[in-house]
Antibody, heavy 114, light 110 residues
Framework: QLQLRESGPGLVKPSETLSLTCSVS??????????WGWIRQAPGKGLEWIGSIYQSGSTSYSASLESRVTISVDTSKNQFYLRLSSVTAADSGFYYCARHLNYWGQGALVTVSS | QSVLTQAPSASGTPGQRVTISCSGSSSNIGSNFVYWYQQLPGTAPKLFIYSNTQRPSGVPDRFSGSKSGTSASLTISGLQSEDEADYYCAAWDDSLNGPVFGGGTKLTVL
């Protein structure tokens, strides 16, 4: 059974960069043509797509976050990553990694505060 | 403003049949599979329906999904108190080259 797990700092200062890792187990990150992506949820709000990376290494990002987001992958570690720069309090919330729309991690809570 | 449209709330009494709708467009629901998630307070969204109508192992068979054109529905037959949760629909969007979500429907069991 494919499993995903997010990890990274739970507290980030305003204007700094949020960095999260998604570790994939139970399957290879290279063995599927599905996308690997990041989704977030602000407290009390709905789900928002951040961006995705594909088997080819190409990426696509939400237009509202594109200028601040980088998603990358390390196939040797079976991990992919999220970097979100110049964060503000509005970037606080749960961050989920996912394979397409059918496998999700349990989420990582990130708080942006000084 | 979510790309997919869901009513913000729905309710029903135990045993009742409840339907939650999700409306999109030709670039998302109209041309791709629909997914439904249940989110209980303080937990991650849990996949309840994939590929429009399929239930993952462990999801009760009183949950069913359907799709017609650019709209989709999640139906709960025989509502139970433990079904009280937020429900989200999602689909891949070919124009955005990424997934889009509904704003969520908060289901209350009266």
């Amino acid at each position: 059974q494919l499993q995903l797990r997010e990890s990274g700092p739970g507290l980030v200062k305003p204007s700094e960069t949020l960095s999260l890792t998604c570790s994939v187990s139970g399957g290879s990150i290279t063995s599927t043509y599905f996308s690997w992506g990041w989704i977030r949820q602000a407290p009390g709000k709905g789900l928002e797509w951040i961006g995705s990376i594909y088997q080819s290494g190409s990426t696509s990002y939400s237009a509202s976050l594109e200028s601040r987001v980088t998603i990358s992958v390390d196939t040797s570690k079976n991990q992919f990553y999220l970097r979100l720069s110049s964060v503000t309090a509005a970037d606080s919330g749960f961050y989920y990694c996912a394979r397409h729309l059918n496998y999700w991690g349990q989420g990582a809570l990130v708080t942006v505060s000084s | 403003q979510s790309v997919l449209t869901q009513a913000p709330s729905a309710s029903g009494t135990p045993g009742q049949r409840v339907t939650i709708s999700c409306s999109g467009s030709s670039s998302n629901i109209g041309s791709n599979f629909v997914y439904w998630y249940q989110q209980l307070p303080g937990t991650a969204p849990k996949l309840f329906i994939y590929s429009n109508t399929q239930r993952p192992s462990g999801v009760p068979d009183r949950f069913s999904g359907s799709k017609s054109g650019t709209s989709a529905s999640l139906t709960i037959s025989g509502l139970q108190s433990e079904d009280e949760a937020d429900y989200y629909c999602a689909a891949w969007d070919d124009s955005l080259n990424g997934p889009v979500f509904g704003g969520g429907t908060k289901l209350t069991v009266l």
